[in-house]
T-cell receptor
Framework: GESVGLHLPTLSVQEGDNSIINCAYS??????FIWYKQESGKGPQFIID?????DKRQGQRVTVLLNKTVKHLSLQIAATQPGDSAVYFC??????????FGTGTSLTVIP | DSGVTQTPKHLITATGQRVTLRCSPR?????VYWYQQSLDQGLQFLIQ???????AKGNILERFSAQQFPDLHSELNLSSLELGDSALYFC?????????????FGSGTRLTVV
């Protein structure tokens, strides 16, 4: 299967600071990526996506950066809030097939 | 509510038993995916169905099977259960095959094997 890994399994940030969550993917043929947020007791929830023909995509308080040269994704969360505490997964997709997910990074926001 | 419904939410059963997990996809979605999430693990892809037919298999054990019915709901059958099968099982659905605009996940079924 595919290998999607995360550099840091846990991350703690102060409320109001910016958060950066990193993800490495292994398949250079992956052409679509999604970041998911999973809160305790819930299923993963779509945050933001990016296609391989883009380097950056912005949403509301979130930005995803894609570096295809080093096969790296990052999720930036601006002005992190307590409600952002969750596990974040990146997922990669190749040509419309199933997604492969990483282990996840647990983000804790300190009030 | 994501629109993907999974039942039951919790299931406790003994080793050696068989259970069936059910998933109703979001209205209009033809693809159903099953994932297993063990403690401190990522989401492991098990199997995908599209409009009633199996499309892809991942790390699914031979003791596990699934199917998608004409009304598009799907069931995941887990048999000869072992302690290591304890996990969260998620179902996700998506629309048109080949257009992976993200999955919509259900809330999962937490299976505990004792």
């Amino acid at each position: 299967g595919e290998s999607v890994g995360l550099h840091l399994p846990t991350l703690s940030v102060q409320e109001g600071d910016n958060s950066i969550i990193n993800c490495a993917y292994s398949n250079s043929a992956s052409d679509y990526f999604i970041w998911y947020k999973q809160e305790s007791g819930k299923g993963p929830q779509f945050i933001i996506d990016i296609r391989s023909n883009m380097d950056k995509r912005q949403g509301q308080r979130v930005t995803v950066l894609l570096n295809k040269t080093v096969k790296h994704l990052s999720l930036q969360i601006a002005a992190t809030q307590p409600g952002d505490s969750a596990v974040y997964f990146c997922a990669e997709n190749i040509a419309g097939n199933q997604f492969y997910f990483g282990t996840g990074t647990s983000l804790t926001v300190i009030p | 509510d994501s629109g993907v419904t999974q039942t039951p939410k919790h299931l406790i059963t003994a080793t050696g038993q068989r259970v069936t997990l059910r998933c109703s996809p979001r209205s209009g979605d033809l693809s159903v995916y099953w994932y297993q999430q063990s403690l401190d693990q990522g989401l492991q892809f098990l199997i995908q169905y599209y409009n009633g037919e199996e499309r892809a298999k991942g790390n699914i054990l031979e003791r596990f099977s699934a199917q998608q019915f004409p009304d598009l709901h799907s069931e995941l059958n887990l048999s000869s259960l072992e302690l290591g099968d304890s996990a969260l099982y998620f179902c996700a659905s998506s629309g048109t095959l080949g257009q992976p605009y993200g999955y919509t996940f259900g809330s999962g079924t937490r299976l505990t094997v004792v």
